[in-house]
């Protein structure tokens, strides 16, 4: 069984930054893919970012040149560097865990990121 414990939401004005963070218990492993997804209200939850085996990532296209992903295989834990946060990007972040065998998809409980105008 896989938990995530997600981290590092907040409140933060436009311009600003947020490093959000997953820790993961259980058995993670490296060949499993690692993400960040938001829902907003009134909106279906989106893919934000994720990390695959070896580096390789792939970002929202509302995100791109602004959020960074990245892993720790070592602590099993995936961050979400948020640069120039822009109101559209508030919303819930949930961190998702899939894997590479099988293809279950675990969740985390999701953090709040608020940005104002």
């Known amino acids: 069984q896989v938990q995530l414990v997600e981290s590092g939401g907040g409140l933060v004005q436009a311009g600003g930054s947020l490093r959000l963070s997953c820790a993961a218990s259980g058995s993670i492993f490296s060949t499993d893919t690692m993400g960040w997804y938001r829902q907003a209200p009134g909106k279906e939850r989106e893919l934000v970012a994720r990390?695959?085996?070896?580096?390789?990532?792939n970002y929202a296209d509302s995100v791109k040149g602004r959020f960074t992903i990245s892993r720790d295989n070592a602590k099993n834990t995936v961050f979400l560097q948020m640069n120039s946060l822009k109101p559209e990007d508030t919303a819930v972040y949930y961190c998702n865990v899939n894997r590479y065998y099988g293809g279950k998809d675990y969740w985390g409980q999701g953090t709040q990121v608020t940005v104002s105008s």
């Open positions: 990390i695959f085996a070896g580096g390789s990532t």
